[in-house]
């Protein structure tokens, strides 16, 4: 018997990237939280670079 793997919605992902940026808790503690493995929580400094979604300047 195999089991499904669960599809994480984009809101969800949204909200957990957001408590990562937070910075309240530890990734481990979010990963607690919302019942996800470790490294379905997104690292605040690699994986939310700001820097790429802005305009370039000439």
């Known amino acids: 018997m ?3 793997r669960r599809a994480l919605s984009a809101a969800f992902k949204a909200k957990v990237a957001l408590a990562a940026v937070r910075g ?3 990734l481990s503690e979010l990963a607690a939280q919302f019942e996800v493995h470790f490294g ?3 690292s605040p400094v690699s994986d939310l670079s ?3 979604n802005t305009p ?3």
């Open 2 to 4: 195999t089991k499904k």
């Open 50 to 52: 700001l820097e790429e």
């Open 40 to 42: 379905d929580v997104p």
């Open 56 to 58: 370039r300047q000439r």
């Open 24 to 26: 309240d808790k530890t």
